[in-house]
């Protein structure tokens, strides 16, 4: 079974478009998060979310708004899509939220933005 | 801030040889944890190893062992045993409790793995 699944696995947009990338752990976690890795592979976390209230937001354009509708899922909606959006975004949860635990992550959604 | 620094980009290792990699961090908290990540070419981020700061005895899991030092804030992943399916890029990352815990990670070092 699969812990935390995203999907789609793959989008390929244009520039200015709006998309959404889903995200759904069955893991019975509290916390959820969402990741960018660029294109150097380098990974910054965006969001945090707590039983869907939000804990974390890094300095993120305002394009980008997650959406929590219930503590399993955690959708990461981005508008007005640019070049530099490009880059593999990953969703994790854990246990627990203001503690060190483990986090588990899905599998990842590479977006392209031509 | 927390920085983590990860100074070899690419390691080499032939299959069934050991290979270590270097991580160091920086935090002036007492609390703290360290983790090592590995991404296989699927994408897939696995945990690998978790180190609790307060505990003096370096974690093990199977063929992945860290070296803890916490005076030099040394963190490092060795490999025993290689094997093929070893090869991935590896992700140093600390958390600490000011930063909620935050994940920050290194800049990762591939690591290929030789038949």
């Known amino acids: 079974d699969t812990a935390v699944s995203q999907t789609p696995k793959y989008l390929v947009t244009q520039m200015g478009n709006d998309k959404s990338i889903k995200c759904e752990q069955n893991?019975?976690?509290?916390?959820m998060y969402w990741y960018k890795q660029d294109s150097k592979k380098f990974l910054k976390i965006m969001f945090s979310?707590?039983?869907?209230?939000?804990?974390i937001n890094e300095t993120v354009p305002n394009r980008f708004s997650p959406k929590s509708p219930d503590k399993a899922h955690l959708n990461l909606h981005i508008n007005s899509l640019e070049l530099g959006d490009s880059a593999v975004y990953f969703c994790?949860?854990?246990?627990?939220?203001?503690?060190?635990?483990?986090?588990?992550f899905g599998p990842g959604t590479r977006l392209t933005v031509l | 801030a927390q920085t983590v620094t990860q100074s070899q980009p690419e390691m080499s290792v032939q299959e069934a040889e050991t290979v270590t990699l270097s991580c160091t961090y920086d935090?002036?908290?007492?609390?703290?944890?360290l983790f090592w990540y590995k991404q296989p070419p699927s994408r897939q981020m696995i945990l690998v190893i978790r180190?609790?700061?307060?505990?003096?005895q370096n974690a093990t899991e199977n063929r992945f062992s860290v070296n803890f030092q916490k005076a030099a804030k040394s963190f490092s992943l060795k490999i025993s045993d290689s094997q093929l399916g070893d090869t991935a890029m590896y992700f140093c990352?600390?958390?600490?409790?000011?930063?909620?815990?935050?994940?920050?990670f290194g800049a990762g070092t591939t690591v290929t793995v030789r038949a």
């Open positions: 994790a949860s854990s246990s627990r939220q203001g503690v060190a635990d483990t986090q588990y």
């Open positions: 893991l019975g976690h509290d916390t």
């Open positions: 979310y707590n039983n869907k209230e939000l804990i």
């Open positions: 935090t002036s908290e007492s609390n703290y944890y």
């Open positions: 180190q609790e700061a307060y505990k003096q």
């Open positions: 990352a600390s958390a600490v409790r000011s930063n909620d815990y935050k994940l920050s």
